[in-house]
């Protein structure tokens, strides 16, 4: 994932803020050797979240989402989702964007949707998630 350009700049932010554990304490909860910079409970979410087939996979102690080897969603803080999608459809809970992501295409929404049902937020969500992954591919062509 690292060669793809569309990656640069989401691996750079995440890089710059990854850390290595430093104690046991840290190792409790760390995700492929860096200290993890989600929620856990929002890293179980993405993985709810994302299709049959396609993994979570850890960068820098954030949990992705990727397709062909560009990065389409992952999961930051306790509520952020962040997709890549030149625009989000209407009727989603959004959260405020993250320079310099959101400079690049990268759009920050509520992982929990929290003013509709939990279940329609969940669908709503999940196609949010799939249209990441469909534009993901078209960057690749």
Do not use: C
Not at 37 to 44: F, R
Not at 84 to 100: H, K, V
């Amino acid at each position: 994932m690292a060669d793809h350009p569309a990656n640069r700049v989401l691996l750079g932010y995440l890089r710059a803020q990854a850390r290595r554990p430093t104690s046991p304490v840290d190792s409790t909860y760390a995700i492929d050797e860096w200290q993890l910079h989600t929620h856990p409970d929002l890293l179980e979410r993405l993985g709810e979240l994302a299709p049959d087939g396609i993994p979570v996979i850890p960068l820098f102690g954030v949990p992705a989402l990727a397709t062909n080897g560009i990065v389409a969603a992952v999961a930051l803080g306790t509520s952020w989702l962040m997709v890549r999608l030149p625009q989000l459809p209407d009727g989603l809970e959004t959260q405020d964007p993250i320079p310099p992501l959101s400079d690049h295409g990268w759009q920050s929404v509520s992982a929990w949707q929290s003013e509709i049902p939990a279940a329609e937020g969940k669908e709503r969500l999940t196609r949010l998630i799939n249209d990441a992954l469909h534009h993901a591919r078209s960057l690749d062509q």
